[in-house]
């Protein structure tokens, strides 16, 4: 059974949500710095759960952010760390988007990659 997608358009606050399992795409774009980050992310988490409990055969999330806050950056890592504890089964690739100029997101997504033990993957774009 193919679960549904679950697409969030972004807003100048949220970042926008592509995990669509038809199309394998799984994406988290734009900026994020929602008010509450935990009520934010915690469906984004229950979805994952549920998508993994179907065991697909890889997964590979596709992070094109421009900028995130502090306490998104906590939600990120929690995302990852879930991404981890399925990677035993699955092959989980982090795909790290960021722009040429913009070494903060670089030197961001090799934080996450030395905290956490999955396979990522840097593309300037």
Do not use: C
């Amino acid at each position: 059974m193919i679960m549904d997608a679950l697409i969030l358009a972004a807003t100048d606050d949220t970042p926008g949500i592509i995990f669509d399992p038809q199309s394998d795409n799984f994406e988290i774009n734009h900026r994020s710095l929602p008010e509450n980050a935990i009520d934010f992310y915690n469906p984004i988490f229950e979805w994952i759960n549920n998508y993994f409990s179907s065991t697909p055969g890889k997964f590979a999330l596709n992070v094109k952010l421009e900028y995130f806050n502090t306490a998104s950056a906590k939600q990120i890592a929690k995302l990852l760390l879930l991404l981890e504890k399925f990677n035993a089964r699955t092959k989980v690739i982090v795909n790290w988007y960021y722009k040429p100029e913009d070494k903060d997101m670089l030197a961001s997504g090799i934080r996450f990659s030395k905290l956490i033990p999955i396979e990522f993957n840097f593309i300037e774009f």
